[in-house]
């Protein structure tokens, strides 16, 4: 079973930074695309930026020049690396990765979602 474990979120002022980590644990597995995404309340859920197995990265529109998303494989981890942080940021900020279960069709797996407030 591989699990996505989130941490790094809290309250933090405009204008300030904070990092988001992401790690999947488990056993024999391997792991493909991850991403961040967001979803503020009354909001449908965004894609924030992803990053390809290789490292190809793409960002949504509202965060590029801020945010950076990199990743770990050797530790199946990522991060999203969030700076100059607005009011409008404010959201549960979940994890997303595809799994590789050895012997196992791929599957799309969450992380339980961490929450960011960018609040004075």
């Known amino acids: 079973q591989v699990q996505l474990v989130e941490s790094g979120g809290g309250l933090v002022q405009p204008g300030g930074s904070l990092r988001l980590s992401c790690a999947a644990s488990?056993?024999?597995?391997?792991?493909?695309?991850m991403a961040w995404y967001r979803q503020a309340p009354g909001k449908q859920r965004e894609l924030v930026a992803g990053?390809?197995?290789?490292?190809?990265?793409n960002y949504a529109d509202p965060v590029k020049g801020r945010f950076t998303i990199s990743r770990d494989n050797t530790k199946h981890t990522v991060y999203l690396q969030m700076n100059s942080l607005k009011p409008e940021d404010t959201a549960v900020y979940s994890c997303?990765?595809?799994?590789?279960?050895?012997?196992?069709?791929?599957?799309?797996?969450w992380g339980q979602g961490t929450q960011v407030t960018v609040s004075s």
């Open positions: 997303n990765a595809i799994i590789f279960p050895s012997g196992q069709l791929p599957r799309n797996d």
């Open positions: 488990g056993s024999s597995f391997s792991v493909g695309t």
């Open positions: 990053i390809s197995s290789g490292g190809n990265t």
